[in-house]
């Protein structure tokens, strides 16, 4: 593999840290919000200009739906992923919880939902403390649970409930079933690991039906809807094998400075000077990106061509730079990265090591597959894949890492996982 990371010019880590001090917002931003970030530095300066380029872009754009590096472009093609963004779950649930008055009529009914709302996991599950909430209000549990059910008739339908079966439950209740196939369904999700000893009954086709509908998790439609995605950086191989780094361009707004004015009067020599730091900091917003670019493909060559990304952290690229990892936090942050892999956060490329030739990013990833290719009569339990991983990676872990890893990839546990396969969701 050539050499792909350039030394550092000192003039322009001069001019970097100069630059970037007053202009962090611009290397902050999305290329989708950049246009949003040097607003206010134009709006003011008479001498600026800004040229959008991105409505015209978008316009050419071919939406594709993003998922976990999902999406799958040919190495030639210009990076198109762009999907519409919607409204996030915490807007429509605060937006019914104020226009529902029927549902949260008083204030302390309004104050319990947006309690509930502001404790639900990554997958819309009730996890706060009711009982330090009650007492701090001075309310009995009975009457916040009494609120919190009240959530079944709120959309998405089965947010707020404490489990899967309650989850159920709430989307029992608003589905179009008749009431001796209902009667059934309760007994069948309050009896999930059993579900098929029911299959006798005469209202068990009709139920099975309506729940193998039901969603699981509660916020999978969220969780589904990619937001709008505009890459910073395309990597691919070029004819010649050879791995190439480039920026997304089309995306940048052109900057014009008008030069007619005269620069003798002190308030124009002062725009003049600001403008041409707005430039400086598109340049210095390029060049950072580009040589993270360079080093992401010096350090996780494997990863593109098919292998694991390996432990790379934010202090050794804060190093190359000479900024604080927070800094280089910040800058890598909604920022996306395509290759023939997928389209992929760049933060992803960033991983706490678990030795030194292992990272937990690829501990996941053969999590993820693992379970993919688990037994359904038979889910591997946590011990177990705890077993396989130390048997694949020669490292030593303990349980609860595997539960948490396995949690932030959104799978549940062994027994959930089995109801879930009996119901054909999974």
């Known amino acids: 593999m050539p050499a792909l990371r350039q030394s550092s010019n000192v003039a322009i880590k001069h001019k970097l840290s100069n630059?970037?001090?007053?202009?962090?917002?611009?290397?902050?931003?999305?290329?989708?919000?950049?246009?949003?970030?040097?607003?206010?530095?134009?709006?003011?300066?008479?001498?600026?200009?800004?040229?959008?380029?991105?409505?015209?872009?978008?316009?050419?754009?071919?939406?594709?739906?993003?998922?976990?590096?999902?999406?799958?472009?040919?190495?030639?093609?210009?990076?198109?992923?762009?999907?519409?963004?919607?409204?996030?779950?915490?807007?429509v649930l605060d937006e019914q919880i104020d226009s529902d008055a029927h549902l949260f009529p008083t204030p302390i009914s309004k104050e319990i939902a947006r309690f509930v709302i502001e404790n639900l996991d990554e997958s819309g599950y009730y996890e706060g403390d009711t009982l330090a909430f009650c007492k701090q209000c001075g309310i009995s549990e009975e009457n916040f649970e009494r609120v919190r059910k009240r959530f079944a008739y709120i959309d998405p339908v089965g947010i707020a409930a404490k489990d899967l079966r309650e989850s159920f439950l709430f989307q029992l209740e608003n589905s179009d079933i008749d009431d001796a196939a209902y009667s059934l369904a309760v007994k069948m999700i309050e009896d999930l690991e059993n579900i098929h000893t029911y299959s006798k009954e005469p209202h068990f086709a009709e139920a099975m039906r309506v729940i193998s509908r039901f969603r699981n998790p509660p916020t999978l439609e969220y969780e589904e809807r990619a937001e709008e995605i505009i890459p910073d950086i395309m990597i691919y191989f070029d004819e010649d094998g050879n791995i190439e780094v480039k920026l997304n361009d089309d995306y940048y707004p052109a900057i014009h400075i008008d030069s007619e004015y005269a620069v003798e009067h002190e308030f124009i020599a002062k725009k003049l000077k600001e403008a041409k730091s707005l430039v400086d900091a598109?340049?210095?917003?390029?060049?950072?990106?580009?040589?993270?670019?360079?080093?992401?493909?010096?350090?996780?060559?494997?990863?593109?061509?098919?292998?694991?990304?390996?432990?790379?952290?934010?202090?050794?690229?804060?190093?190359?730079?000479?900024?604080?990892?927070?800094t280089i936090s910040r800058a890598i942050a909604n920022k996306y990265i395509d290759c023939d892999r997928g389209l992929f956060p760049m933060k992803d490329f960033f991983t706490t090591a678990i030795d030194e030739e292992t990272s937990n990013a690829a501990i996941k990833e053969y999590v993820a597959e693992l379970v993919k290719n688990e037994p359904r009569e038979k889910p591997l339990s946590d011990m177990k894949i705890l077993e396989l991983v130390q048997e694949k990676f020669g490292v030593k872990m303990v349980r609860r890492t595997i539960a948490k890893y396995r949690k932030q990839l959104n799978i549940a546990g062994s027994s959930e996982r089995k109801k879930l396969y009996k119901l054909g969701i999974q």
């Open 282 to 326: 598109l340049d210095m917003r390029r060049a950072t990106l580009y040589k993270v670019g360079l080093m992401i493909v010096e350090y996780q060559y494997d990863f593109f061509t098919g292998g694991s990304i390996k432990p790379l952290t934010l202090k050794t690229l804060a190093d190359e730079f000479g900024h604080n990892p927070s």
């Open 19 to 91: 630059t970037l001090r007053n202009w962090l917002p611009i290397l902050h931003s999305s290329l989708s919000d950049l246009e949003e970030a040097i607003k206010p530095f134009v709006e003011s300066n008479p001498v600026v200009e800004v040229q959008s380029s991105f409505e015209e872009n978008m316009s050419k754009s071919i939406p594709k739906r993003v998922l976990y590096g999902s999406v799958s472009n040919a190495s030639s093609e210009k990076i198109e992923a762009l999907t519409i963004q919607e409204r996030s779950l915490y807007e």
